[in-house]
């Protein structure tokens, strides 16, 4: 397993000038699980790579996230999904609880169809 924190999940975690939040309703087609008093949301979800069929587990609050992903393993299934939203929903309060990002906005999406404006990229935005 790969465990990750970061205080900036937009750069991090998001994709294509999105944050980590509209990429991730993206990828898993649903708007997360919220965490009882918290921020927080956590989304988990499988990828059906043949070469490598992974598990995918995020905790985003703010700006901050905590994520777990299998490497490889022979199959995934619904218990492996399980596992590492497990992980994530134990050790992400503990390991972001210092975190100030926590309250801070996820960040922009690239040509946000609510403003019909062009906001940075990461890459454009990192320095």
Known sequence: MVLRATDNSWVAYGENGNNALRTLERRTGTKGEP???????????????????????????GRAGFSVRTLTVDDVDASTVAAAEKIVRKYAPEVLKDAPERTEDPGPNYNDPATSTATPSPAASSG
């Open 35 to 61: 965490v009882p008093g918290t921020n927080a949301v956590v989304f988990a979800y499988s990828t059906d790579w043949t070469s490598s069929p992974q598990a995918h587990a995020y905790w985003v609050e």
